[in-house]
């Protein structure tokens, strides 16, 4: 089982940026990557980025690639998505996610074995 727990969502205006937590625990030694995924009110969930554990490779959405920026302190267990020029679009509940197995897509939700709550970002105009 792995636990996590996300944080560091809030309000924020177009331009601005937000830097959101994930803290991991339980049997962490399982995980191959850990991705943020987000669902918006009335659309479904989609893959922000992902970060392999241990290699520390990082593959982003075009929608945040080179706004968003994924990394991950091994010591703590915590992996962060720092978002820079925020847009309205943004907006939306931020997952994190664990996926243990490594063979299947990292890019789909139905991988992720692992959820955390969620934490709302909401972008202003």
């Known amino acids: 089982q792995v636990q996590l727990v996300e944080s560091g969502g809030g309000l924020a205006q177009a331009g601005d940026s937000l830097r959101l937590s994930c803290v991991a625990s339980g049997r962490t030694s399982d995980t191959y990557a850990m991705g943020w995924f987000r669902q918006a009110p009335g659309k479904e969930r989609e893959f922000v980025g992902v970060?392999?554990?241990?290699?520390?490779?990082?593959y982003y959405a075009n929608s945040v690639k080179g706004r968003f920026t994924i990394s991950r302190d091994n010591a703590k267990n915590t992996m962060y998505l720092q978002m820079n020029s925020l847009k309205p679009e943004d907006t939306a509940v931020y997952y994190c996610a664990a996926k243990i197995l490594l063979y299947g897509s990292v890019f789909t939700p139905d991988q992720y074995r692992y959820w955390g709550q969620g934490t709302q970002v909401t972008v202003s105009s």
């Open positions: 970060i392999t554990w241990t290699a520390g490779n990082t």
